[in-house]
């Protein structure tokens, strides 16, 4: 069982920063990917930002250039620096943590999450 819990969210100004964190509980050394996703009224979960156990990141082209992901492996921590903030960044967003996994047909393994945070707020006004 892994839990993670976010914190960091909050109100700011378009063009100012945030830094959400991620603590999670749990056996979480078997999880291989662990990233940071979002929602916001009218659309669809999307993710934003993922590391792997390799150190390997991937960032959703809205916010490539201006949000960094990190991981404090000592501390069970996840990070996501978010700088340059614009109003369409508003969003609930999410912590999560999975496994790198096959589809059939292919070669390149992918992240499968299944341990979700309850999210955090982030709410930017230009």
């Known amino acids: 069982q892994v839990q993670p819990v976010e914190s960091g969210g909050g109100s700011v100004q378009a063009g100012g920063s945030l830094r959400l964190s991620c603590v999670a509980s749990g056996a979480i050394y078997s999880s291989n990917c662990r990233g940071w996703f979002r929602q916001s009224p009218g659309k669809e979960r999307e993710g934003v930002a993922d590391i792997h156990s390799d150190g390997s990141t991937n960032y959703a082209n809205p916010v490539k250039g201006r949000f960094t992901i990190s991981q404090d492996n000592a501390k069970n921590t996840l990070l996501l620096q978010m700088s340059s903030l614009k109003a369409e960044d508003s969003a609930m967003y999410y912590c999560?943590?999975?496994?790198?996994?096959?589809?059939?047909?292919?070669?390149?393994?992918?992240?499968?999450?299944?341990?979700w945070g309850q999210g955090t707020q982030v709410t930017v006004s230009s």
């Open positions: 999560a943590y999975g496994r790198r996994g096959l589809v059939d047909g292919t070669t390149s393994p992918v992240c499968f999450y299944n341990y």
